[in-house]
Antibody, heavy 116, light 107 residues
Framework: EVQLVESGGGLVQPGGSLRLSCATS????????MSWVRQAPGKGLEWVAR????????YYVDSVKGRFTISRDNAKKSLCLQMDSLRAEDTAVYYC?????????WGQGTLVTVSS | EIVMTQSPATLSVSPGERATLSCRASQSVSSNLAWYQQRPGQAPRLLMYGESTRATGLPANFSGSGSGTDFTLTISSLQSEDFAVYYC?????????FGQGTKVEIK
């Protein structure tokens, strides 16, 4: 079965760090761009970052540049998002998605809450 | 950053009727526009992308049109499962950006 399963979300204090992971199965992971998209509670969608198949290209939205790092391990078929210096406005459900432009495959998301 | 504006914010439609959703970009995005559906508690689902290409398994009562700055998603005959929030997204200029969404509710 083709699927994406996120993990690593939780409650963290402002200024703290969190590492999200996305385990994939059912497709050739190394063939695809991968991305993270987030959705604040009750709000719309924001594309956070994307990474090329071999990890040689990475793109970030300005609001997370310098604080978040996207990475991948093709051998383990996994995607990660290291989030540092977290802010209240980073509170959201984070979705792992397959693709770098208009993804057809989405995970169910993991909730990150930044609060003291 | 390209700003995507969707209208209306809420659309009240009776089952079986047609729904027309609009999306406008602050500058041309060519045909690099996608539409998503999101039901409560679920992840978004890709509906359409490009000129008017349907995602895998999408029923034929969904259609898309437009290019440049003005786009439309039409649902020809609303079924119960179609009542949801719909988002447009441009992938022409990084960062890719989404509209704020149109909620299609039962009239």
């Amino acid at each position: 079965e083709v699927q994406l399963v996120e993990s690593g979300g939780g409650l963290v204090q402002p200024g703290g760090s969190l590492r999200l992971s996305c385990a994939t199965s059912g497709f050739t992971f190394s063939d695809y761009w991968m991305s993270w998209v987030r959705q604040a509670p009750g709000k719309g969608l924001e594309w956070v970052a994307r990474i090329k198949q071999d990890g040689s290209e990475k793109y970030y939205v300005d609001s997370v540049k310098g604080r978040f790092t996207i990475s991948r391990d093709n051998a383990k078929k996994s995607l990660c998002l290291q989030m540092d210096s977290l802010r209240a406005e980073d509170t959201a459900v984070y979705y792992c998605v397959r693709g770098g432009w208009c993804p057809e495959l989405w995970g169910q998301g993991t909730l990150v809450t930044v609060s003291s | 950053e390209i700003v995507m504006t969707q209208s209306p914010a809420t659309l009240s439609v009776s089952p079986g009727e047609r729904a027309t959703l609009s999306c406008r970009a602050s500058q041309s995005v060519s045909s690099n526009l996608a539409w998503y559906q999101q039901r409560p508690g679920q992840a978004p689902r890709l509906l359409m992308y490009g000129e008017s290409t349907r995602a895998t398994g999408l029923p034929a009562n969904f259609s898309g049109s437009g290019s440049g700055t003005d786009f439309t998603l039409t649902i020809s005959s609303l079924q119960s499962e179609d009542f949801a929030v719909y988002y447009c997204q441009q992938y022409n200029n990084w960062p890719w950006t989404f509209g704020q969404g149109t909620k299609v509710e039962i009239k």
